[in-house]
């Protein structure tokens, strides 16, 4: 199994769909885990933490399932503002230092 | 409060060439982290940087080489390069817990390499 491996996507949506990522991960040692989401061309930027079974922050809840090595990202009501790729990072071997990414998952929010 | 800064943000260079990639962390972080992200791919960590020390390095050559300052910013050097080396470079900020490590890291804008 890869490090990090996500969904390869695109997802494309309409306005006001929810729509889920998933992203395992291969080091059963991580305590942490991490949603960025990265515009074309701009730099990724943090969007979830996850410490313990999961998160929730408005229209974005990150489950996380350590049993199974399994991340997931739920966007409900989804805005065109959403549309950008959505990165899954794990640190490697439990260290918070060195951030294992997936190749993204893109996301298109149509109108 | 500024964030993460990066300079230049494009530079163009030919084979064999040497480059110099600088970054400022966001005030507050003692930690620099770079990564190189290719086209299509999610970033790749070369290494990091605390107390003016390598503290960890990615899968990358000696080619890679870094430095820290005191002031916590830190340089990019890549040497002999090659076409493959053009990519986005990324530096990210974060502070260092003795007790968990590195918190959230925080990236900036990037300096994208061509290597002709």
């Known amino acids: 199994r890869k490090e990090v491996e996500q969904d390869p996507g695109p997802f494309n949506v309409p306005e006001g769909a929810t729509v889920a990522f998933n992203c395992t991960y291969s080091?059963?040692?991580?305590?942490?885990f991490f949603w960025y989401r990265q515009d074309c061309r701009k730099e990724p930027k943090l969007l979830m933490s996850?410490?313990?079974s999961g998160n929730e922050d408005g229209r974005f809840t990150a489950q996380l399932n350590r049993a199974s090595q399994y991340i997931s990202l739920l966007i409900r009501d989804s805005k065109l503002s959403d549309s950008a790729t959505y990165l899954c990072v794990v640190p490697f071997r439990g260290s918070q230092g060195n951030l294992i990414f997936g190749k993204g998952t893109k996301l298109s929010v149509k109108p | 409060d500024a964030g993460v800064t990066q300079s230049p943000t494009h530079l163009i260079k030919t084979r064999g060439q040497q480059v110099t990639l600088r970054c400022s962390p966001k005030s507050g972080h003692d930690t620099v982290s770079w990564y190189q992200q290719a086209l299509g791919q999610g970033p790749q960590f070369i290494f990091q940087y605390y107390e003016e020390e390598e503290r960890q390095r990615g899968n990358f050559p000696d080619r890679f080489s870094g430095h820290q300052f005191p002031n916590y910013s830190s340089e990019l050097n890549v040497n002999a390069l090659l076409l493959g080396d053009s990519a986005l470079y990324l530096c990210?900020?974060?502070?260092?817990?003795?007790?968990?490590?590195?918190?959230?890291?925080?990236f900036g804008p990037g300096t994208r390499l061509t290597v002709l």
């Open positions: 990210a900020s974060s502070f260092f817990h003795w007790d968990r490590g590195s918190d959230e890291q925080f």
């Open positions: 996850v410490y313990s």
């Open positions: 080091n059963s040692a991580s305590q942490s």
